[in-house]
């Protein structure tokens, strides 16, 4: 804005610059082409001839002065005396363009929110939610987070004003944004609150909170014990995850799983369908671990992988054998009971 000022400024003088010069040429032209004639008697004080300097010093009188000269004459000055006034007059007109566009200038605005933030925001029971709410202008206001259904004030600024503590108010200095941060949302948080800035009068907006029971599920056992040089296969689902479709990730102890996390790797998932695959190619001891399947809006699960040689993958094959056999033969054992018991009666 300073710039154009600046250039309306060096435009208004090149203008006068020019006006003046063709006001000097005109005052000029009209007395060469008219010069006074040396045996006429000389004029009295009040009867002189204006110059250029009272031509624009005196615009009325220059004018009733003109009449009274030689047709040529009185166009030059009545020229020179028009351009005065449009020169007058541009100088007003500029003036009151500055002093307009000058008019609150340096004046901040009131505070207003922004509307580009999420006001339905969906998490699932145990998730953490976050409310986004930006307020441009705020000065030495203060943002406010209150709950609706019992007008409690959560926090102020970034302090918080409530037993439960998992309830945090998030700010970054010198932005625009102030979250709501909800830490293991529980079905009691769904329903509205207010972000709310201390004006006079106070202005807020609300934002809903909507509470889910959604959890995702790896489509195996607990553990799993997976011979070395062989491949890792998983397969997650989150039939009950909110919304048209779901975002899926993995995880291996808390880092995320992708392809630059080493070669052999392939995740396939379907956001509509809600399934995810993780597919690990020739698995070493180090791929041992805890793998996790978390999807939007909802609980991870988790599984743990044991990368075991050939013959420890034998003799697990046999214990778990051998654990399921036991089973079997008890059953076995209590049917002949059975069976025997009814055939004495």
Not at 99 to 120: A, I, K, M, W, Y
Not at 153 to 182: C, P
Not at 210 to 232: C, H, P, W
Not at 243 to 257: A, F, N, Q, R, V
């Amino acid at each position: 804005m300073l710039l154009e000022y600046v250039m309306m400024l060096l435009v208004f003088g090149l203008t006068t610059t020019v006006e003046r010069s063709q006001i000097d040429a005109l005052a000029f032209e009209g007395t060469t082409r008219h010069p006074p004639h040396h045996h006429h008697p000389p004029l009295q004080s009040n009867q002189l001839t204006p110059t250029a300097h009272q031509i624009s010093t005196h615009n009325l009188e220059s004018l009733s002065v003109a009449r009274r000269m030689q047709p040529s004459s009185s166009s030059a000055l009545l020229s020179a005396t028009s351009a005065e006034s449009l020169t007058s007059f541009s100088k007003l007109e500029l003036s009151n363009a500055i002093l307009d566009s000058f008019d609150g200038v340096g004046v901040s605005g009131e505070p207003q929110f922004e509307n580009t933030t999420e006001r339905e925001v969906i998490a699932a029971v145990g998730t953490t939610a976050r409310l986004h709410c930006r307020v441009r202008n705020l000065g030495d206001r203060a943002v406010s987070w209150i709950r609706k259904r019992d007008l409690h004030i959560l926090t102020i600024g970034i302090m918080t004003y409530t037993n439960d503590q998992r309830f945090l108010a998030r700010h970054i200095d010198n932005s625009d944004e102030w979250v709501l941060k909800v830490v293991s949302v529980q079905p009691r948080d769904a329903g509205i609150y207010e972000c709310q800035v201390s004006t006079e009068p106070k202005i807020s907006k609300a934002y809903k909170l909507m509470v889910v029971t959604s959890k995702a599920q790896i489509l195996s056992n607990r553990e799993l014990f997976i011979q070395s040089g062989s491949d890792i296969n998983l397969t997650c689902i989150a039939p009950q995850a909110p919304g048209p479709y779901t975002h899926m990730m993995w995880y291996k102890d808390s880092e995320l799983i992708n392809d630059s996390t080493r070669g052999g790797i392939r995740v396939v998932s379907e956001q509509q369908m809600k399934t995810s695959n993780l597919v690990i190619s020739r698995v070493l001891h180090r791929d041992s671990g805890n793998y996790t399947c978390a999807a939007d809006n909802s609980n991870s699960d988790s599984v743990f992988v044991h990368i075991i040689k050939s013959e420890q993958h034998a003799a697990m094959q046999h214990e778990l054998a051998t654990q399921m056999q036991t089973p079997r033969l008890l059953l076995v054992l209590l049917t002949f009971l059975y069976l025997f018991e009814r055939s004495i009666k």
